[in-house]
């Protein structure tokens, strides 16, 4: 069965540093792999998905199938990215969202 | 507010009492999902619909959960014979299938207290 694993529960960065979040996933196919965020007091929200190859308020995220892993990355942090994390991921676009436990971020000024 | 829309926000019932929750997705939304999230963890698979065909259901999904979506529009969530483990915050979302668009919208939740 496909999981997703988020390692660190509580990270603390200070503001201007870089951040990473670490998210590996097991699954022996080809996943579609999604970043949610949940700011204080606002519900669950998408941030950003691998198939865009985007970046979302200069987060970005590289699926490394090799290493089943989708770190999200900010190379400067900032108060405002201060929220929880949830990593995720679908076998298909028609099949269920699994959820990681997510990684609560703490951007100190 | 067009999103997803869930009631009530907040629901406190007695251990042994049946509690129901709505939810209404996005409008042309074909799937719908239920979540439960516990403090400190991240939302958990309950079950999820394709119009109004319930596709899975979690397999860690006691007897007393139940789920139905009738007409493929609203969805509503009843668990029967409440325990003090069933608290937590059930949250709903939903997204529309057979495109590149698999984001999930979720609503605000509802929180329930067994007491």
């Known amino acids: 069965a496909q999981r997703v694993t988020q390692p660190e529960k509580l990270l603390s960065v200070f503001k201007g540093a870089p951040v990473e979040l670490k998210c590996n996933y097991s699954y022996s196919g080809s996943p579609e792999l999604f970043w949610y965020v949940q700011y204080s007091r606002q519900r669950l929200q998408l941030l950003l998905r691998h198939i865009s190859r985007e970046s979302i308020k200069g987060f970005t995220a590289d699926l490394n199938k090799g290493e089943t892993s989708f770190h999200l990355k900010k190379p400067f942090a900032q108060e405002e990215d201060s929220a929880m994390y949830y990593c995720?991921?679908?076998?298909?676009?028609?099949?269920?969202?699994?959820f990681g436990p997510g990684t609560s971020l703490s951007v100190i000024p | 507010d067009t999103g997803v829309s869930q009631d009530p926000r907040h629901k406190i019932t007695k251990r042994g009492q049946n509690v129901t929750f709505r939810c209404d997705p996005i409008?042309?939304?074909?799937?719908l999902y239920w979540y439960r999230q516990t403090l400190g963890q991240g939302p958990e698979f309950l079950t999820y619909?394709?119009?109004?065909?319930?596709?899975?259901k979690s397999r860690l999904l006691s007897d007393r959960f139940s789920a139905e979506r009738p007409k493929g529009s609203f969805s509503t969530l009843e668990i029967q014979r409440t325990e003090q483990g069933d608290s937590a915050m059930y949250l709903c979302a939903s997204s529309l299938t057979g495109s590149m668009n698999t984001e999930a919208f979720f609503g605000q939740g509802t929180r329930l207290t067994v007491v």
């Open positions: 995720a991921l679908t076998k298909t676009s028609y099949d269920k969202v699994i």
């Open positions: 409008s042309e939304h074909n799937r």
């Open positions: 619909f394709q119009n109004e065909a319930q596709l899975e």
